[in-house]
C-alpha cells in the first residue's frame, strides 16, 4: 500500500444538502474548503511510529502507527480542528485490482464514485434498461452502488487488505493510478492485513475481525415460502414430501397479515401480531411442519406502521425514534407511514423481546428474515445522544444484536437462524445468513440476475460467506415485468450451488412463475433442490475449512487462482471451494454462453467431457442445465440418501435423495440422520496419485488417497445409478462400497488404481459408496 502524502488533506466542510428520493438520500456538502498538507515529520514512541501532516496553518491530520503483528499494523487518524473531514490518497498500479467493499450488485472497478453507507440497493429499469445503461443514474436513481451493505473494506491484488472503523459515511474515488477516501469525520482508524496470497490474507484478516458465525445444520436443506394462510403453508409441506422434493423450511413473511388481488401481493399493516384469520392456530402448524422435518420461519422488521397497537404502546413508552422537535419520525414505505424502534434506548431489547419476539417464539417460529436496518433517517435523534447521521450505518449492527442475543437465550444450542439485508462490518458475527435483498424480477443488469454473482463474490470479502438470494427476484415495480419460467429456472440453478437455497414469492406473487405451475419447471426444480442438499458433506466440509483456515465456500476464482489476471476481473462464475467451478447463465440467452476455464483439467458435470484450461470455451446450455464443472483430479462428498429395493427389477440400489435435515416423524421422507449412515464419494480419478482430508458431518475426518495402476484395461465393477440419478455427476458408472468403523483403514481395489480409505478414531460407522469415471 502506498500513500501520497502530498494529497492527503483536511476539508472544511460547506453547507450540507439533503434531497430525499424516494428512500434514497442524496447528500453533498457546497463551498467545501480543501487543506492539503504541505509538510510532515515523523517521531517514534516505544513501539509505535507519530507521522504530524500540516498545512503550515492551522489544520494538521495525526497518524499513529502501532504495529499489532508482523503483518498487522493499525493506523488512527485524527484531524484538527475537529470539525474537518479527512481525506487520504493511495497511488496504486493501473492493474491493482481492489475487491470487495461489502455487498454490491456491480463489481466496482476504477472509474468509480461511491460511499460507504447502507440504503436501499439500486433499482432496475426493466425492459428500458438498455436504452439508460450509459447514464449516471443507472441502475435508478444513484448508479450501480447504492447498497445494503456497502462496507468500509477492501482486498487488494497487491497482496493486503484494509478497513475503516468509523460509522461515518466514507466517500471513495477510484481511479486506475490514485484512489481517495473522504471520511465524513475527523477520526478515523485504518486497519492493514498483508499476506502472500489472497487466502492468507483471508486467514489473517478475519483472525482479526473474528469468523463468521455458522447456521444450523437444518437450514442447509432449501427453503420454500408460503403466504396467504396455513391451509396453504399445509398443503405446500405435503406437497413438497409427496413429491420427494427436499426443504427444510416453510417461511411465512406474511403472519402479520397481507393482501393480495389478481395483480399484486402486499404485507401491510406490519402489526408484529399474528393475524388469527390467516393464521388461526400458528402453535399447531409449527407442530405439524415440525412432525414433517420442517422449521417454521417468520418476519420481523424495526418499523411498525403509523396507527397500530404497538405504534402506540411504543410511544407511550418512547421507544420510537425522534427527530430534533422530539416527535416520532415518520418514513414512507410503499406509500404507507411507519415509525422506527430506537435500539438506542436502554430498555429497546427488553421492550422487544416483550412485545415482538418472545410472543413469536411462542407461536412455535424457529427463526425469521429481520429486514431492514437502512432507513434511520439522518435527522433523527436518538435516545443515546446521536443523531441519525451518525447512527445510520451503526443501526444494522443494533438490529441484529438483539435478535442475536435474544436466540442465544432461548436457544443455545444455535438451532435457530436469522437473515438479514443490511449490514455493516461485525455483521458477521451476528447475523447467520445474509441475503441480497430486493432484487428485480427480470434478466436485466440493473438489478436482476446477472447481478446476483457480483453480489455474493463482493460480500465474502466482509464474512458474509453464508449468502442467499429471493429465487427470481422480488421486485416487480415500474417497468419490471413478473417473473418468467425460463428466469425462475436460471436462478434457481445458480442459488442451488449457494449455501443458502431460498424460494420468494415476490411483490408480483399472483403473476410470478412458481415451481410448480408447469411439470417441466417442477422437475427441474426437484433436481436442484435435490442437488443442493446432495452437496451437504462438501458444504459442511468446506464450512469446517471456513472455521479453520477462514476461507469462504463461495470463492472468487482470485482466491484459487491469483497468479490468473483474468481471475480478478471475472465476476459472473464462482468456485465452489476448490473443487467446483459454477458458471450460472445469467441472461436470457443460453445459445452462446461463455466460460472461463483456468488453469488445470476440468470435468464437465453433466456429460463427463474433459477439458485442459486456461481457456475460454462456448456451450449452448440446456433450460434444465447449470454450467458446472469438476477440477480434475479430486472427490467430491455427495449424500445419495439410504439403499432401497428398485421396483422394476428388485436390485438394491441408493435412493439418491435427502429430504430434511431434522427428523421426520410423519409422512414420507428421508431424514439427514437415516442418511449419515452412508456416503457417497465421487473420484474423478487420473494417472498420477493425490490425497485428500474430508472433514465428516457428524465428528471426525476421513483420508482419502489414490495410487494409479499402469497398464490396465479394466475399469472395475459396474454400480447402479440411485433410483433419482439426474442431479448426480453423469456417467460415473462404475464403483463398489465398503463399511468401515472409526479408526479403521480399507483399500479398496478400483480399475485405474487402489483407493485408500482411513476414517478418525472420533468418525462413525459408516458405508462408503464409491462411485469414478
Known amino acids: 500500500m502506498r500513500c501520497d502524502l502530498s494529497q492527503w488533506a483536511t476539508i472544511s466542510p460547506g453547507r450540507l444538502s439533503v434531497r430525499r428520493v424516494i ?45 499489532l503483528s508482523p503483518w498487522h499494523i493499525m493506523i488512527k487518524i485524527v484531524a484538527s480542528p475537529p470539525t474537518e473531514f479527512i481525506r487520504i490518497m493511495w497511488k496504486t498500479k493501473a492493474d491493482e485490482s481492489w475487491q470487495g467493499f461489502g455487498e454490491h450488485t456491480h463489481t466496482i472497478r476504477p472509474p468509480a464514485r461511491f460511499d460507504s453507507w447502507v440504503e436501499e440497493g439500486p433499482v432496475g429499469l426493466g425492459p428500458l434498461s438498455w436504452l439508460f445503461r450509459h447514464t449516471p443514474w443507472f441502475p435508478f436513481p444513484k448508479g450501480p452502488y447504492a447498497s445494503y451493505a456497502s462496507l468500509p473494506i477492501w482486498l487488494s491484488s497487491a497482496g493486503y487488505s484494509a478497513w475503516f472503523t468509523s460509522f461515518q459515511r466514507i466517500r471513495w474515488t477510484l481511479q486506475e493510478r490514485r484512489r481517495w477516501a473522504t471520511i465524513w469525520n475527523s477520526e478515523t482508524t485504518l486497519h492493514i492485513v498483508q499476506g502472500n496470497t489472497p487466502k492468507e490474507v483471508f486467514t489473517r484478516q478475519f483472525s482479526v475481525l473474528g469468523p ?15 403466504i396467504r394462510g396455513q391451509d396453504l403453508a399445509r398443503n405446500l409441506a405435503r406437497y413438497l414430501r ?130 431492514f436496518g437502512e432507513y434511520l433517517p439522518l435527522n433523527a435523534k436518538l435516545a443515546d445522544g446521536t443523531s441519525g447521521s451518525e447512527s445510520h450505518n451503526r443501526y444494522p449492527l443494533l438490529w441484529q444484536t438483539i435478535h442475536r442475543r435474544f436466540w442465544r437465550q432461548y436457544r443455545s444450542d444455535d438451532h435457530y437462524v436469522f437473515f438479514v439485508r443490511s449490514g455493516w462490518l461485525g455483521t458477521h458475527r451476528l447475523a447467520p445468513v445474509l441475503w441480497g435483498g ?3 424480477t427480470d434478466f436485466e443488469e440493473g438489478d436482476g440476475l446477472p447481478t446476483v454473482i457480483p453480489e455474493v463474490l463482493s460480500a465474502q470479502v466482509a464474512g458474509f460467506f453464508y449468502w442467499a438470494t429471493d429465487i427470481s ?58 442437488l443442493h442438499t446432495a452437496l451437504y458433506p ?40 476448490d473443487g467446483l467451478l459454477v458458471a450460472p447463465v445469467l441472461t436470457r440467452q443460453s445459445y452462446r454462453h461463455p466460460i472461463y476455464l483456468p488453469q488445470g483439467t476440468w470435468r464437465s458435470w453433466w456429460t463427463h467431457q474433459i477439458i485442459e484450461g486456461p481457456r475460454w470455451i462456448t456451450e449452448i446450455v440446456p433450460l434444465d442445465q447449470l454450467p458446472l464443472f469438476i477440477r480434475h483430479p479430486f ?139
Open 473 to 530: 427476484g422480488y421486485m416487480t415495480f415500474g417497468l419490471t415485468r413478473p417473473s418468467t419460467k425460463s428466469l425462475f429456472i436460471r436462478w434457481t440453478q445458480a442459488a442451488a450451488l449457494l449455501p443458502v437455497m431460498r424460494t420468494h414469492h415476490g411483490t408480483a406473487a399472483p403473476r410470478n412463475w412458481r415451481f410448480d405451475r408447469d411439470r417441466e419447471t417442477l422437475e427441474i426444480y426437484a433436481r436442484y433442490a435435490r
Open 538 to 577: 462438501y458444504f459442511h466440509h468446506l464450512r469446517r475449512v471456513g472455521e479453520q483456515a477462514h476461507w469462504p465456500l463461495v470463492r472468487p476464482l482470485y482466491l484459487e487462482f491469483p497468479n490468473d489476471p483474468l481471475s480478478w476481473q471475472l465476476d459472473r462464475q464462482f468456485m465452489l471451494g
Open 242 to 371: 409427496h413429491h420427494r422434493i427436499p426443504s427444510g423450511a416453510i417461511w411465512i413473511e406474511d403472519w402479520m397479515g397481507s393482501g393480495q388481488d389478481e395483480r399484486r401481493f402486499w404485507m401491510r399493516p406490519l402489526t408484529h401480531k399474528v393475524d388469527t384469520d390467516l393464521y388461526p392456530d400458528l402453535p399447531g402448524l409449527s407442530q405439524t411442519l415440525h412432525a414433517q422435518g420442517f422449521r417454521l420461519l417468520g418476519y420481523f422488521c424495526p418499523e411498525i406502521t403509523e396507527g397500530t397497537d404497538w405504534y402506540h404502546e411504543a410511544r407511550r413508552d418512547n421507544m420510537l425514534v425522534k427527530d430534533r422537535d422530539g416527535r416520532p419520525t415518520l418514513i414512507k414505505i410503499l406509500g404507507i407511514n411507519h415509525a422506527q424502534l430506537d435500539l438506542t434506548h436502554p430498555l429497546a431489547f427488553s421492550w422487544i423481546h416483550d412485545h415482538l419476539l418472545y410472543p413469536a417464539l411462542n407461536l412455535g417460529f424457529d427463526g425469521w428474515m429481520a429486514d
Open 635 to 773: 472427490f467430491l462428498p455427495l449424500l445419495e440418501g439410504i439403499p432401497v429395493r428398485r421396483e422394476k427389477d428388485g436390485i438394491t440400489c441408493m435412493e439418491g435423495v435427502v429430504d430434511s435435515f431434522d427428523p421426520i416423524d410423519e409422512g414420507p421422507g428421508t431424514s439427514l440422520t437415516q442418511a449419515l449412515d452412508y456416503l457417497t464419494l465421487y473420484l474423478s480419478v487420473s494417472d498420477k496419485p493425490w490425497q485428500q482430508l474430508l472433514w465428516l458431518i457428524d465428528g471426525g475426518t476421513l483420508d482419502v488417497a489414490f495410487y494409479p495402476k499402469t497398464n490396465t484395461k479394466n475399469d472395475g465393477p459396474m454400480l447402479p445409478p440411485p433410483i433419482f440419478s439426474q442431479h448426480f455427476p453423469q456417467e460415473a458408472s462404475y464403483g463398489t462400497s465398503v463399511s468401515l468403523n472409526p479408526g479403521e483403514q480399507a483399500e479398496v481395489a478400483m480399475g485405474p488404481g487402489i483407493v485408500i480409505l482411513q476414517a478418525s478414531t472420533h468418525s462413525r460407522k459408516r458405508q462408503y459408496v464409491l462411485r469414478w469415471w
Open 212 to 226: 463468521p458465525i455458522t447456521p444450523a445444520t437444518w437450514t442447509w436443506a432449501p427453503w420454500n415460502d408460503s
Open 438 to 440: 430486493d432484487s428485480d
Open 23 to 67: 428512500a434514497w438520500d442524496f447528500v453533498k456538502t457546497s463551498s467545501d474548503r480543501v487543506h492539503l498538507m504541505t509538510d510532515w515529520d515523523e517521531t517514534q514512541q516505544q513501539q509505535e511510529t507519530i507521522i504530524h501532516l500540516t498545512d503550515h496553518l492551522s489544520h494538521t491530520i495525526t497518524l499513529t502507527l502501532t504495529p
